[in-house]
C-alpha cells in the first residue's frame, strides 16, 4: 500500500505518521478490564476498538505483539487511593472467594469478547501473575527518588517528578489546578501531596488479597501493574499504549509517570484512547439503570431494548462511528445497524461467487475503470487516516452498489478489467471479513424453513410424489436429520447413526 497510515495521538494531541520503533514487531498494550462485573457495551468497544487497529496493523503485514491485561487486584472503587479493592467487595457480596470472582467474570468478558467476533490479544496477563515485577519498579522509583514509603505503603510524589519532568503531559492537566481540585492533608495522611498516588498499598488485616513485600503485607497499586506488564513483555519503549478515554486520567498519566522516574523512558510512542457509549443520550451507569450487559444485548432481556441485537449488529454498530467519537445507543441506532450490516452481507455473499465475466469483446471504458479504481482505494483511505472504520464502511457501501450493478447486468464487465475488478473483489472480502472483522451470521429462523420442508414432504406423500419425498429425505440427511413418519403427523429428529 503506497499510502501512509496516520495516527492521532494523544500525547501530542495530533495526527502522525504510523513510523512503528519497537522493530521487529510492533507492540502493542491496551488496558484490559477490571474483572469484577459483566462485560457490556463499553468493554466492547473498547475491545472491538483495538481488535481492529490489530487487525489493520496484521493485515498491512507488520508483525503485532498485541497484550491486553486483565486487572484481578488492586483496582480501588475511587479509582484512587481509597475505598475497597472493586474484586474484594464484589467477593464479599458474592460469598465467593475474590479468585472465583476473577475467574467467573474473565470467562464472561472472554466468552462474549469471542461471540463478537474480536480476535485474542497474544498475551493476556494478570494484575496478580506479576506482583514480583511490580515490586520491582516500585522500588526502582523509590531508589530514582520519586517515591517514598509511609506506613506501610509506598506513594508517587508527583510534586518531585513535576520539578523535572512534566506531570499532565498527556492530559493536559496542570499540577496547580489539580492542587486547588483536592482537599487538604489532615496531617494524619500517610501522603505528602493529596496527588500522590499508591504504587504499594498496605493491607489491614481483614484485606484480602496480600503479598509480602520490603514494605511489610500490602497489595499493589492500580496503575503500576500496566507500567510492570507493558515493560515485562513489550520492553521500555514501545509503539503503541491504548485504552479507553476514561483511562486517561489519571490511569495512563500515572503509567507515564512512572515508567520515566523508575525506567527512564516514555513508555509508548503513539498513546490511543477510544471514546465512549452513551445510551440514550446519557452516560451509563448501575445507578440509572440503563447499565446494558452483552447478554442482555444479544438476548434482549433488558427493559431499555426493544428486541435483541445479535453480536455482528453490535459489532457493526460500534463500527459505523469512528472510535475517537462519542456512540450513542439508541434501538433506532441498532435497527439501523442491523440494516446496514445486512447490506453488507448481500454484498458480500454476491462477490464471493463473482467472477470476471465479459459477456464480449472487451472495450475500456476509462471513466467506468477509474471510478471503480477510486472506488477501492478509498475503501483503505479511512482506515489510513487514523482507523476512521465509518469511512472504510461507506466506501464498501459504494461498493456493494457496484456489485449489485455487475450482478444484473454482467456487460459491464467489458468496460473494466480484469485487474481492478480483482482488486475491488479482494479488497472488500478482505476488508469486511479480515480487518473490520465482520462475518455471516446464520439465518436464526431456521425452525420455520424445517417447518416448511415438512409440509412440502406432507404434500409430497399425499400426490405419491416418490421422487420429490426422497429429494427432502436427503436434504435432511445431509444435514444429519431425518424425517419421522408418524400415523397422523410428521416430525423430524436427529439422526443417531
Ligand atoms: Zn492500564
Redo the contacts with the bound molecule.
Keep these: 500500500m503506497s499510502v501512509e497510515l496516520r495516527v492521532y495521538n494523544s500525547l501530542s494531541r495530533k495526527k502522525e505518521v504510523f513510523e512503528p520503533i519497537s522493530a521487529p514487531y510492533v507492540g502493542m498494550y491496551v488496558?484490559g478490564p477490571t474483572v469484577y462485573g459483566e462485560a457490556h457495551l463499553g468493554h466492547a468497544r473498547s475491545a472491538i476498538t483495538f481488535d481492529v487497529i490489530f487487525r489493520f496493523l496484521s493485515h498491512l503485514d507488520y508483525k503485532v505483539r498485541y497484550v491486553r491485561?486483565i486487572t484481578d487486584v488492586g483496582h480501588l472503587e475511587q479509582d484512587a487511593d481509597d475505598g475497597e479493592d472493586k474484586i474484594a467487595k464484589k467477593a464479599k457480596l458474592e460469598k465467593l472467594e475474590p479468585m472465583e470472582v476473577v475467574k467467573r467474570y474473565t470467562s464472561y468478558y472472554q466468552t462474549y469478547l469471542r461471540k463478537l467476533n474480536v480476535s485474542e490479544p497474544s498475551i493476556e496477563p494478570v494484575a496478580s501473575g506479576h506482583i514480583p515485577e511490580q515490586i520491582q519498579i516500585t522500588r526502582q522509583i523509590i531508589d530514582a527518588g520519586f517515591a517514598y514509603e509511609s506506613k506501610g505503603s509506598v506513594y508517587f510524589d508527583v510534586m518531585k517528578y513535576n520539578e523535572s519532568h512534566r506531570y499532565g503531559a498527556l492530559s493536559g492537566r496542570v499540577i496547580d489546578d489539580l492542587m486547588s481540585g483536592t482537599r487538604t492533608l489532615d496531617g494524619q495522611d500517610e501522603k505528602r501531596s493529596p496527588l500522590d498516588f499508591a504504587l504499594w498499598k498496605n493491607a489491614s488485616p481483614e484485606h484480602i488479597m496480600k503479598w509480602n513485600s520490603p514494605w511489610g503485607i500490602g497489595f499493589p497499586g492500580w496503575?503500576i501493574?500496566?507500567t510492570a506488564m507493558s515493560n515485562k513483555y513489550l520492553g521500555t519503549r514501545f509503539d503503541i499504549h491504548g485504552?479507553g478515554l476514561d483511562?486517561l486520567f489519571p490511569?495512563h498519566e500515572c503509567?507515564i509517570a512512572q515508567s520515566v522516574a523508575g525506567l527512564k523512558s516514555q513508555p509508548a510512542k503513539y498513546w490511543l484512547h477510544n471514546n465512549m457509549i452513551t445510551i440514550n443520550g446519557q452516560k451509563m451507569g448501575k445507578s440509572l439503570g440503563n447499565f446494558i450487559t452483552l447478554d442482555q444485548l444479544f438476548s434482549g432481556d433488558h427493559a431499555l431494548l426493544e428486541k435483541s441485537y445479535s453480536p455482528m449488529t453490535i459489532r457493526f454498530f460500534i463500527l459505523q462511528a469512528h472510535y475517537r467519537s462519542t456512540l450513542d445507543f439508541s434501538n433506532e441506532a441498532l435497527v439501523a445497524a442491523s440494516k446496514g450490516y445486512k447490506k453488507l452481507m448481500n454484498g458480500l455473499r454476491i462477490l464471493r461467487k463473482m467472477e470476471y465475466a465479459p459477456t464480449d469483446a472487451v472495450m475500456i471504458d476509462d471513466k467506468q475503470e477509474q471510478e471503480l479504481i477510486k472506488m477501492t482505494a478509498s475503501c483503505y483511505g479511512g482506515l489510513n487516516d487514523d482507523f476512521n472504520t465509518a469511512i472504510t464502511i461507506a466506501s464498501l457501501f459504494n461498493v456493494v452498489k457496484k456489485i449489485h450493478t455487475l450482478h444484473q447486468n454482467n456487460s459491464l464487465f467489458n468496460s473494466i478489467t480484469k485487474e481492478s475488478f480483482d482488486a475491488m473483489k479482494r479488497t472488500f472480502l478482505s476488508l469486511t471479513n479480515d480487518v473490520l472483522g465482520l462475518l455471516e451470521e446464520e439465518p436464526n429462523n431456521n425452525e420455520v424453513i424445517i417447518e416448511g420442508l415438512l409440509e412440502w414432504y406432507k404434500l409430497a406423500k399425499e400426490n405419491k410424489d416418490y421422487e420429490q419425498i426422497d429429494r427432502i429425505r436427503s436434504w435432511f440427511k445431509a444435514c444429519g436429520m431425518q424425517i419421522k413418519d408418524m400415523k397422523t403427523s410428521i416430525d423430524w429428529a436427529y439422526e443417531e447413526a
Design positions: 488496558c491485561n496503575h501493574e500496566c485504552g483511562l490511569h503509567e
